[in-house]
């Protein structure tokens, strides 16, 4: 079986690193295109930003244009990690259309609570089913979440792959972050997880007002994958984090360390509190406090263009379903609709409301179920059997 892999940053390195591995153990032909940049990475404009990584030695000479490489071999499968956005879509049609490959799709993230720009974004996922084969998802609940918000993909279920070993970070590197960003080994450490949607002020204000009242943390926070780099954020992190007393860990792969040094872990709940549940951490949800959970079915922010989200804007989505006004998106998200696709998401804030904040109790198996079907660290298992059965 010949495979490409590709991903055009390090977040996106981190769902689809356990699936390269497990395909070169099993000795199927490998070629894999990625980056460990925390910006995104074009391979046609960043090529020495990419790694190039094969098992296979061979003169024959495919060349893709979206990669802008030749392929050692005529691929059976390309494997990413996103859709909507190039550089994905650009080699996504060229290997179905230039190669009939056929195409998988590693979720990045878990639609576990049902939302306006949820709602859009699987709409706007189903453009691209007519040419991906197969979309890995994490669990059960997750699928039928996403099918609720109108998703009309091929998914399969096999749990993240992204948390099969990433969580493993061997101690002499944990040592070596604590050393470069100068970690208190007298203090509790606090890791504060970005937003970059509606919410994202409400979040801060909160934080801010934590920092102050806890002196005796020391604190850190995960940006958005790129936030620190886009324009309308980038203020808030250069030259310095605009809050006091907290510092920002701007190179994505130094995250799976902190997930690790850091004891209690602090946002509103999202799929990245999956590997706060999985290593038992203390985890403070500020969903109910920021207004999120009401804010998420509210359709003013993006009708109005208001919002500080990136996706927060009427003109993105009139333009992705070729609507012809804000009337017409507001019909297309209409009250009805709405309740339709949240019907659901009471399971998800019923099991948070058991560990609001700073909850002892750290036995997280309901959170973990509705994250991951299995929990096994055999995701990529899994995808690599699909695969093969195909």
Same mark, same amino acid.
């Given at each position: ?10 977040? %996106? ?13 099993r ?7 990625? !980056? ?17 990584? !094969?098992?296979v ?5 495919i ?8 392929l050692?071999?005529?691929?059976d ?7 909507r956005?190039?550089?994905?879509t ?9 190669? @009939?490959?056929?195409i ?16 859009l ?12 084969d ?5 669990s059960?609940?997750?699928s ?6 109108? &998703?009309? %993909? @091929?998914?399969?279920?096999? %749990?993240?792959?992204?948390?099969d ?10 040592e070596?972050?604590?050393? !470069? ?11 504060? &997880?970005s ?13 801010e ?6 002196d005796?943390?020391q604190? &850190?926070?995960?940006?958005?994958p790129?936030?620190?780099?886009e324009?309308q954020?980038s203020n ?10 907290v ?7 130094d ?21 706060? &549940?999985?290593l @038992? ?10 207004g999120?959970?009401?804010r998420?079915l509210?359709t ?20 992705t379903?070729?609507l ?8 297309f998200i ?7 696709i949240?019907k659901n ?7 948070v ?8 109790? !750290? @036995?997280?198996?309901?959170e ?12 990529a ?8 059965g195909?």
């Amino acid at each position: 079986m010949n495979v490409v892999v590709f991903a055009s940053d390090a977040k %996106g390195l981190s769902s689809l690193n356990s699936t390269i591995n497990e395909l070169s153990k099993r000795g199927h032909n490998l070629f894999a295109i990625v !980056t460990q940049d925390t910006q995104l990475r074009y391979p046609k404009i960043h090529g020495n930003r990419f790694q190039f990584l !094969t098992n296979v030695d061979s003169d024959e000479k495919i060349f893709s244009e979206s990669l802008g490489t030749n392929l050692p071999f005529k691929p059976d499968w390309l494997i990413i990690n996103r859709e909507r956005w190039n550089p994905e879509t650009e080699i996504i049609l060229e290997f179905k259309q230039k190669f @009939n490959a056929k195409i998988g799709l590693i979720e990045p993230n878990a639609a576990m609570i049902n939302g306006v720009e949820g709602f859009l974004e699987n709409h706007s996922k189903n453009r691209f089913v007519p040419y991906i084969d197969v979309f890995f998802d994490h669990s059960h609940f997750i699928s039928s979440q996403r099918k609720l918000m109108g &998703f009309q %993909g @091929n998914s399969v279920v096999v %749990g993240n792959p992204k948390y099969d070993s990433n969580l493993n970070v061997d101690p002499r590197l944990i040592e070596s972050i604590k050393k !470069t960003y100068n970690v208190d080994p007298h203090k509790k450490k606090v890791l504060l &997880f970005s937003l970059v949607n509606s919410s994202r002020d409400a979040l801060f204000k909160e934080f801010e007002k934590f920092v102050k009242e806890h002196d005796e943390y020391q604190f &850190f926070i995960k940006p958005y994958p790129g936030e620190p780099f886009e324009s309308q954020f980038s203020n808030q992190y250069f030259p310095k984090f605009f809050i006091d007393g907290v510092t920002p860990i701007l190179n994505e792969t130094d995250i799976w360390s902190f997930f690790n040094i850091c004891d209690i872990h602090m946002g509103a709940f999202s799929s990245i509190f999956h590997p706060s &549940f999985l290593l @038992n951490k203390k985890v403070v949800d500020l969903s109910r406090e920021i207004g999120m959970r009401d804010r998420m079915l509210d359709t003013s922010p993006i009708l109005n263009s208001e919002g500080r989200g990136l996706e927060d804007k009427a003109d993105l989505w009139i333009r992705t379903f070729n609507l012809k006004s804000v009337e017409e998106l507001a019909e297309f998200i209409s009250d009805s609709t709405l309740k339709h696709i949240s019907k659901n998401n009471n399971i998800v804030w019923n099991i948070v409301n058991n560990f609001v904040y700073l909850n002892d109790n !750290t @036995n997280y198996d309901s959170e973990l179920e509705l994250f991951d079907s299995f929990n096994d660290g055999k995701s990529a298992h899994r995808i690599v059997n699909y695969l093969e059965g195909k």
